[in-house]
């Protein structure tokens, strides 16, 4: 029989699930992810479920390929644009290079622009075939992102891996720093709950500073940051000053697939200092109370980073991270005349990026 199109109809999650978990972990690393997480990613995402974003691919009756399309703001300069952004490009493995993905692509490329959006964002394998295929549909923008690895909790990491690598050597991993900073005092460190208005406002102050960063509403916020599965769960951390706040991080709680074994960690999806208070110690106090929250239930923590992030950069590597270059890249296709006027005026402005986490699979 031949393929055939169509979007989204209510039944269809299981055989999602299955392709999704067939394309993506038929190596020996991958992401897994439960049908619990894709009904929140999807069908729980503000301000709608948009069924006729997914895109698929059928075979006698048997879901082949996919490619799911979502929308959010992101900012560029002083200006905010409405992105789709592209989840989920998947093809059986026994039907590849039959342009299946290439179809679903352009298909899901005419939605976007057909919603009203200025521009198509999503991450890509660096080293891997797909994002020639993106470049033939027209993602021109790209720019990399380095992965920071740290093992926070050492005997947590060892009895997850222990399956694997009984004699696995934690010393090659383990990156210890002996310098001794100076105590925070008079800060106060706060899990936030509730409406958290003035750490969403901050946030959107502190993503003005760099290219690509989400643009958070209250909604928005709270579906991503906040409302999420408890196997993904994300956690707000707050630092103030009295009653000023000062600085913020957020965490979410992901999964590893090593072979047939999960190793579970969390990624650092916002962190931002007051600039007067950057001299201090507050950042290294801030990342500490985040990979202490993090170390009680994962063995690592991990944030993706962009090469111009320079104060990010030095501070994960004064904390005991280390480094793998170009391990995620992010592409762009550019649709409204405004967007590339402003995107070519930021070409040669020495700013970092922000990494769309949501197109990072969290």
Known sequence: MPIKYRTFQDGDE????KLFHSAFCKTRFCQPRTLEFWDWKYKKRPPRFIPEGIMLAEKNGIIVGSVIVTFHKMRFGDHEFLFGGIDDVATCPILEKQGIARN???RAIEFTKNYGAEGSVLMADPRGH?????????????????????????LKFRNEILPLFPFFP????????????KKVKNF???????????????????????????????????WFKVNRPKRDK???????RGQNLIGG???????????KYYLSSYVLADFFIESEFRIDDIGHSLLNKLEAIAAMESPVMMAFVHDKHFQLTRLLKEKGY????????EMILPISKDFIQIYDSLKNVKKAWLPPLEQAGF
């Open 130 to 154: 797909a994002r020639r295929l993106y470049k033939k549909l027209g993602y021109i923008y790209k720019t990399y992102y380095s992965l920071f690895l740290k093992i926070i909790n050492p």
């Open 14 to 17: 299981p055989g999602i699930d």
């Open 104 to 106: 679903l692509m352009e």
């Open 322 to 329: 280390f480094s793998i270059k170009k391990a995620d890249l």
């Open 249 to 259: 991080g957020t965490i979410l709680k992901s999964y590893t697939l090593i072979l």
């Open 234 to 240: 994300g956690i707000n951390l707050t630092i103030k």
């Open 170 to 181: 934690l010393f090659y991993l383990l990156k210890l720093k002996a310098k001794r900073r």
């Open 188 to 222: 106060q460190f706060e899990i936030q709950k509730g409406e958290q208005l003035e750490f969403i406002k901050k946030i959107n102050e502190h993503n003005k500073n760099f290219i690509g960063g989400n643009v958070y509403d209250k909604n928005y916020w709270h």
